[in-house]
């Protein structure tokens, strides 16, 4: 079946999908480290592909940005399409000066003011977790890669344009955010209620604390560590 937002048939898209914000770093997976891949959406402009990788069938897919926008997509991948893992590969904001541009962190929990998963589905609480066998496999995979990776909570916001520009000291200090992005509170949120299984891995791609950047190429492009421990932890699954 297809779905207003997706045209995938039954059987197209595997058990684990892989899900950048950007839909072209879908495509830059797809083309650069799939095998037989075969596009299963182009519905607007959010690339989903399957192939194989070391065997192993996997499938990538956009979320786009924001919950809302991830809310849709991982909803139906979940309900519809008979997924069983995703993992979020995506970029933050880092709230420490600790974090370097290019660190990985694997989100042990997603903390937002966001109103998205009591809407959803009456759940009362602004943090919630991934799935802890997703995330024992990509710590452990990360050990057999020799990758370093940070775990730490993650902020999960509504807004990115904040007029105010302590805001993200507060929830530092408040509720403990190592970094910010937009999508997995609403991902972990699905998860929970359909009964799935989500996890958050991140690359730091600014930081609010010393303000460098990358640029707009390498966000699509240049994020393979963190895309090679994804594929080499869903290829156990």
């Known amino acids: 079946m297809s779905t207003p937002h997706n045209k995938a048939k039954n059987g197209d898209i595997a058990k684990t999908v892989l899900m950048p914000g950007d839909p072209l770093r879908a495509k830059y997976i797809a083309d650069n480290f799939l095998e037989d891949v075969v596009c299963f959406n182009k519905v607007r402009n959010m690339f989903g592909y399957t192939g194989t990788y070391k065997g192993k069938r996997i499938s990538v897919m956009g979320s786009g940005m924001g919950m809302p926008s991830i809310g849709i997509y991982s909803y139906e991948l979940y309900k519809f399409y008979d997924v069983d893992n995703i993992i979020r590969i995506g970029s933050a904001g880092a709230y420490l000066n600790e974090l370097n541009l290019f660190d990985i962190v ?4 997603a903390y937002s003011e966001s109103t998205f998963a009591s809407i959803f589905n009456g759940i009362n609480a602004n943090v919630l977790d991934p799935s ?16 370093e990776i940070i775990k730490g909570r993650i902020h999960s916001s509504d807004v990115f ?3 105010s520009k302590s805001n993200y000291k507060k929830v530092v200090d408040d509720m403990n955010c190592y970094c910010v992005e937009m999508e997995s509170f609403a991902l972990f949120a699905n998860a929970k209620v359909l009964n799935k299984n989500a996890a958050c891995i991140v690359t730091i791609s600014d930081s609010l604390c010393t303000h460098q950047e990358t640029t707009p190429e390498q966000r699509e492009k240049s994020f393979n560590k963190m895309i090679t421990l994804a594929l080499e932890s869903a290829i156990k699954l």
């Open 132 to 147: 802890t066998e997703l995330n024992n496999i990509i710590e452990d995979t990360a050990s057999q890669l020799n990758y």
């Open 106 to 109: 694997l989100a042990n929990d």
């Open 161 to 163: 344009y904040h007029e």
